[in-house]
């Protein structure tokens, strides 16, 4: 019976692990997201990984050996537990597929906010700091409050670099 499981990768690997891997005949997942990259004074966009280091593989480990795995460039292995790989619900599989867009790249939604909404800054260099949102600034930026060194100061970012607090 087909499962799906993880596959770790080497760092910056996940596409070198994807093209060997289904040239050995597995089906793989590797899900991608466009993000806006400023290098030089422009901003450009970058399609990477949705999680880096990780693609998802469909197999029968009972017909399939997995053990090819391990010595598949740009792969680790499987993800495993307690010496066991770790086994990915088709439900999770079936959600990450279903928002596939036209260019193979996931759309994620930037969340919406509200004046005095907590956040969490997710990208960037204040990636896990909490801040309070104040307004839109315009295009895709907004305005934060953030506690820096004891003092209240606004910032403005992306909207994307944003996730919600729950």
């Not at 087909?2 to 289904?22: D, I, M, Q």
């Not at 997942?29 to 290098?39: G, I, N, S, T």
């Not at 597929?97 to 193979?104: C, E, F, K």
């Not at 204040?126 to 104040?134: D, K, N, P, R, S």
């Amino acid at each position: 019976m087909n499962c799906w499981f993880a596959v770790l990768t080497k760092p910056r690997s996940e596409n070198v692990a994807h093209e060997h891997l289904l040239r050995q005949g597995f089906d793989c997942l590797l899900p991608r997201v466009k993000r806006a990259v400023r290098r030089g004074g422009s901003v450009r966009s970058r399609i990477e990984s949705l999680f880096p280091r990780y693609l998802f593989l469909n197999a029968d480990p009972g017909e399939q050996s997995l053990a090819a795995i391990r010595s598949t460039r740009g792969a680790v292995g499987l993800v495993r537990f307690g010496g066991v790989p770790a086994r990915i619900p088709e439900s999770v599989v079936q959600r990450i597929r279903s928002r596939v867009g036209l260019d193979d790249c996931i759309e994620l939604e930037t969340p919406d906010l509200a004046p005095g909404q907590h956040v969490t800054v997710r990208r960037g260099a204040l990636c896990g700091w909490e801040a309070v949102f104040m307004a839109n600034e315009g295009g895709e930026r907004v305005r934060l409050l953030l506690d820096l060194l004891g003092t209240t100061r606004e910032i403005v970012m992306p909207r994307s670099a944003l996730a919600t607090r729950i």
